[in-house]
């Protein structure tokens, strides 16, 4: 039976030419939606649950033999959705804004 599930490498969306690394990541074995839980919302069950799947993912990040470079590459390019090199890296809309306008106030 062919496997036609997308591979995480596929959904990157930067193309630096340093990714060959990625051809050991231990994600491409399994279903990239596990990398990128549904934003959690207010209500606690649905946080929990959040937890739970973020956690999924981090349990095989913690395998991965390419887990430093993931968590640099992701953190380089300000990544904020998915968890990388095992750590969550998903901010919300709000969290996202709040951070830029404290860029802008910050001065050159
Ligand atoms: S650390 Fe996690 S997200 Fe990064 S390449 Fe490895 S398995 Fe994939």
């Given at each position: 039976m062919e496997d036609n599930t997308p591979m995480l490498s596929n959904l990157?969306?930067?193309?630096?030419?340093?990714?060959?690394?990625?051809?050991?990541?231990?994600?491409?074995?399994?279903?990239?939606?596990i990398w990128f839980p549904e934003p959690p919302t207010s209500d606690a069950m649905d946080r929990a649950r959040y937890a739970d799947e973020v956690a999924d993912a981090q349990e095989i990040c913690g395998t991965c033999p390419v887990k430093d470079l993931c968590l640099k590459d992701a953190s380089d390019r300000g990544e904020v959705h998915g968890v990388w090199g095992g750590k969550d890296f998903y901010k919300s809309r709000r969290q996202q804004a709040l951070e830029s306008r404290a860029r802008e106030k910050v001065p050159a």
């Open positions: 990157l969306t930067f193309n630096r030419g340093e990714t060959r690394w990625f051809d050991r990541a231990e994600c491409r074995k399994h279903d990239p939606r």
